[in-house]
Every structure is written in C-alpha cells, then in structure tokens.
C-alpha cells in the first residue's frame, strides 16, 4: 500500500489527512480541534511532515497509534463515508 499524507499544521486551522495513494480512499482525517492538543503538547511536530520522504509507512503508522491512544479514536476515523469524526 501506498500512502499520501497532506499535513496542513502550521496554519490557523490546521488539517492532516492520510489516503491510500492509488484510490484516494481517506484513511484518516484531523481538523483543527483534534490537531491544535496534540500539536501544543508535542504529540505532533510539523518538522516530522517537511522531510518524510521514504519514511511514509512508518509516520502513518505512528499516526494510526496515536489516533488508537486518544480514547478508541480510530473507531471514528473517516472511512470514505463523508462524515466527521
């Protein structure tokens, strides 16, 4: 699987999404109110995003575990289902 990760987190309203590269299906969705705690407590650092490159696998995965550690997170995660968590 091929992963494409568009991190919008130094802008007012930041925004993370992870797809599947090759259908578009979104895998996981963060707006801005789910962002701003994890960015302010260091959870999240925007200087992991600039230079990712070949290491796409291992940030979504350390996505996924953070979704997984804030209270069963990934249950909510968008699915392709247009709703947000």
């Known amino acids: ?23 578009g299906v979104v895998l996981l969705h963060w707006h801005s109110d789910e962002l701003l705690p994890m960015l302010r407590s260091g959870q999240l650092n925007p200087q992991d995003f600039c230079h ?11 996505l996924f575990l953070l979704a997984c550690m804030d209270g069963n997170s990934c249950a909510q995660c968008r699915f392709d289902t247009g709703k947000r968590h």
């Open 1 to 23: 699987m091929t992963y494409q990760i568009d991190a919008w987190l130094e802008r007012k309203d930041p925004e993370l999404r992870v797809t599947l590269k090759n259908t």
């Open 52 to 62: 990712c490159q070949g290491r796409e696998k291992e940030l979504v995965r350390e």
